[in-house]
């Protein structure tokens, strides 16, 4: 049982290219999300899916796009990556909406240059 | 819109002293509250949760939080601190019954001192 499996652990782009974040559970979760902490902002809703076959918006949902493969997995996709977009991300999964407990992965480390 | 706020971003205390980080919250009802732990490099953790009931919860690790709501806080508490509790600490809220997003706190930087 690996929980929350997130890959890479760290990349670098350049300003523009593009790149896919997965995210797997294996809780049989039905919501996941992703998330990004930037320093003194605590974690900040990307995107979420609280069922398979949709997803909605977070807070800070610009310049990104998910896709909920099937209910394990969770990605999100920066088309034109931007040096705002520095960041860790983080997935995580829940058995049904916020209010139940949150799980999360190891976080992906981005750096855009 | 909820909010929640942790008015000390760093806190640095002696072993085996006790610890209080302070969570304050806004919102319109109660609502689910969380503490988390981030060790270096790690995802979060859940160190505990107030759904309903009992304000004193007792979390993992020998955490413990006491919902007030006449305070709108939820304050995380350990009796005796230990050089593995350094880490950075995230206090969570949630709406009841919702499918709303986890609104989380800036975060508080916690040190242990031998």
């Known amino acids: 049982n690996a929980g929350v499996t997130q890959t890479p652990k760290f990349q670098v782009l350049k300003t523009g290219q593009s790149m896919t974040l997965q995210c797997a559970q294996d809780?049989?979760?039905?919501?996941m999300y992703w998330y990004r902490q930037d320093p003194g902002m605590g974690l900040r809703l990307i995107y979420y899916?609280?069922?398979?076959?949709?997803?909605d918006k977070g807070e800070v949902p610009n310049g990104y796009n998910v896709s909920r493969l099937n209910k394990r997995e969770f990605s999100l996709r920066l088309e034109s990556a931007a040096p705002s977009q520095t960041s860790v991300y983080f997935c995580?999964?829940?058995?049904?909406?916020?209010?139940?407990?949150?799980?999360f992965g190891p976080g992906t480390r981005l750096l855009v240059l | 819109a909820q909010s929640v706020t942790q008015p000390d971003i760093h806190i640095t205390v002696s072993e085996g002293a006790s610890l209080e980080l302070r969570c304050n919250y806004s919102?319109?009802?109660?609502?689910?509250l969380f503490w988390y732990v981030q060790s270096p490099g790690q995802g979060l953790q859940l160190l505990l949760k107030?759904?309903?009931?009992?304000?004193l919860v007792q979390g993992i690790k020998g955490f413990e939080a006491e919902f007030k709501r006449s305070q709108s806080s939820f304050n995380l508490r350990k009796p005796s601190v230990h050089w593995s509790d350094a880490a950075e600490y995230f206090c969570?809220?949630?709406?009841?019954?919702?499918?709303?997003?986890?609104?989380f706190g800036s975060g508080t930087q916690l040190t242990v001192l031998p």
């Open positions: 995580a999964s829940s058995r049904t909406g916020p209010g139940e407990t949150q799980y």
């Open positions: 809780m049989n979760h039905n919501s």
């Open positions: 899916s609280a069922s398979e076959g949709t997803t």
């Open positions: 919102y319109g009802a109660t609502p689910y």
């Open positions: 107030y759904f309903s009931g009992d304000t």
């Open positions: 969570a809220v949630a709406p009841i019954g919702s499918a709303r997003q986890l609104t």
